[in-house]
């Protein structure tokens, strides 16, 4: 469908330093799609970025029922932005959808939406070592309806926000905890899905380890509390013994881009990846036999963020003297060249 345009009259100031807050500066456009049962997707537009205005009974508000991806254009050295691997933010959103009993969205066009955006702002996409332009695109249930059923309108909406370096002093293993108390997902339920309720239902254990000098917590499964799931915001690997080994998909962890592309770099340079079931029984175990040399977190916020320390109830795993790691360096380096269009990306990665 074309894009109607309707630029804004008044241009905001853009970041003049690499210290950008995350997510709280936002560009001078927004690009909106509406939904209806009978029309499905319609009137895609790019607008002045600014509040809109929904029904206090909008259903978003009350139920929950919404939608989101988080992807990043990177300026490369020829001054031209760059995806990485929007395709799968937008196989993913659909899986989301179908989860959330949201409508399916065609996901080459609303590609072609989040383009056709990105290249309106390219001057927003920031040039300082270590930062991007973070992309949100989003659905939001607007039907002005208590029922608790579906809603028959939709919102899509694409915002795009100025960010920097993930790791302001270089990269820095984190000391996560082995959450003990409470669950983020089960088998059955909405784990894989990026919806919302899944993130605010973590904040309460997450404020808890942060009390306690963590960075945050790495879930367990929500039905034994055993088997390791993910942390926050991202996939987690362990190194041991020279093989890598990383939570098979269960059902209730997100399916990051980043994992997806670590497990096949891995698989490219013949290092053996596991995907399985672990227990956090037996990664402690690896620990105490010396074999756990490395640990890392991937996702599209830090690419590759090494974990140096794992609390795991009264057990402390120190993970390579809280040190970065040769194989989280080599992925970090790997993952962030082809980004910024430095490695020669052989897969067909960037857009
Ligand atoms: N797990 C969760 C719960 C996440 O929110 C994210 C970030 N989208 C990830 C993992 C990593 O996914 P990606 O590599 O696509 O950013």
Known sequence: MSVRVEKTEKLKNKPQTKDIPFGQVFTDHMFVLDYKEDEGWYDPRIVPYEPITLDPAAMIFHYGQTVFEGLKAYRTKDGEALLFRPEKNMERLNKSNRRMSIPEIDEEEVLEYVKQLVSLEK??????????????????????????????????????????????????????????????????????????????????????????????????????????????????????????????????????????SVLELLKDWDIPVEERKISIAELYQYYEDGKLEEAFGAGTAAVISPVGRLDWLGNTMTINNEEVGPLAKRLYDEITGIQLGEKKDTKGWSV
């Open 123 to 260: 001057e927003w996409v920031p040039q300082f070592e270590g930062t991007s332009l973070y992309i949100r695109p989003f659905i939001i249930s607007t039907e002005p309806n208590l029922a608790v059923a579906p809603s028959k309108t939709y919102k899509l909406m694409i915002i795009l926000s100025p960010v920097g370096p993930y790791f302001a002093g270089g990269m820095k293993p984190v000391r996560i905890k082995v959450e003990d108390e409470f669950t983020r997902a089960v088998k059955g339920g909405t784990g894989a899905a990026k919806t919302a309720g899944n993130y605010s239902a973590a904040y309460r254990a997450q404020a808890n380890a942060k009390q306690e000098g963590h960075a945050d917590v790495l879930w367990m499964d929500g039905v034994e509390k055993r088997y390791i799931e993910e942390v926050g915001s991202m996939n987690i690997f362990f190194k041991i013994d020279g093989k890598v080994v990383t939570p098979a998909l269960s059902g209730s962890i997100l399916e990051g881009v980043t994992r997806m």
